[in-house]
T-cell receptor, first 113, second 112 residues
Framework: ETGVTQSPTHLIKTRGQQVTLRCSSQSGHNTVSWYQQALGQGPQFIFQYYREEENGRGNFPPRFSGLQFPNYSSELNVNALELDDSALYLC????????????FGPGTRLTVT | GEDVEQSLFLSVREGDSSVINCTYTDSSSTYLYWYKQEPGAGLQLLTYIFSNMDMKQDQRLTVLLNKKDKHLSLRIADTQTGDSAIYFCAESMSSGNTPLVFGKGTRLSVIA
């Protein structure tokens, strides 16, 4: 059983640019959640996708958007990047069988200059 | 509103027990979690407890929940240098399909 994977590992972008981050959920998991972890902070919930539909959203502006694909992999898109978007972006997957447990990927470190 | 508080630092000697504490404000929290994050890595689920339990033990880890005081603790027995990491407490209203609300994390340093 493969775990949650994310790509790329690191990314450097310029303010105003757009970025797409990718996540492959753990085998058998149909729910993906995205979190932003700023330096020295705990992760903050961005949004969640369940069976290709957005299933909840945290306090993030609309320039943060996402997609989930039929194979349950997911993308996080961020438009008009700002310096404060620099963070570790984590995705977590869970399944209907084991709803108690969310498993995290290693994260993508985004630096906005 | 939801808020999770943790002390920021803890230092212990190798072989001693570590106790990491957490308080939360949302009395309707159903699940409470402990995650471990090593430098440059993602979050590793260590253990979790359902709100109708007051204790859960898993090898070296013991979780205690005082629902009245909204206090959660993680005890690591026989702490090893490999336990050095940041430990996050998190709460959830329901099951794995609801967002986790995290504290800021407690950095555990284990001195050899």
């Amino acid at each position: 059983e493969t775990g949650v994977t994310q790509s790329p590992t690191h990314l450097i972008k310029t303010r105003g640019q757009q970025v797409t981050l990718r996540c492959s959920s753990q085998s058998g998991h149909n729910t993906v959640s995205w979190y932003q972890q700023a330096l020295g902070q705990g992760p903050q919930f961005i949004f969640q996708y369940y069976r290709e539909e957005e299933n909840g959203r945290g306090n993030f502006p609309p320039r943060f958007s996402g997609l989930q694909f039929p194979n349950y992999s997911s993308e996080l898109n961020v438009n008009a990047l700002e310096l404060d978007d620099s963070a570790l972006y984590l995705c977590a997957s869970s399944s209907e069988r084991d709803l108690d447990e969310q498993y995290f990927g290693p994260g993508t470190r985004l630096t906005v200059t | 509103g939801e808020d999770v508080e943790q002390s920021l630092f803890l230092s212990v000697r190798e072989g001693d027990s570590s106790v990491i504490n957490c308080t939360y404000t949302d009395s309707s929290s159903t699940y409470l979690y402990w995650y471990k994050q090593e430098p440059g890595a993602g979050l590793q689920l260590l253990t979790y407890i359902f709100s109708n339990m007051d204790m859960k033990q898993d090898q070296r880890l013991t979780v205690l929940l005082n629902k009245k005081d909204k206090h959660l603790s993680l005890r690591i027995a026989d702490t090893q240098t490999g336990d050095s990491a940041i430990y996050f407490c998190a709460e959830s209203m329901s099951s794995g399909n609801t967002p986790l609300v995290f504290g800021k994390g407690t950095r555990l340093s284990v001195i050899a």
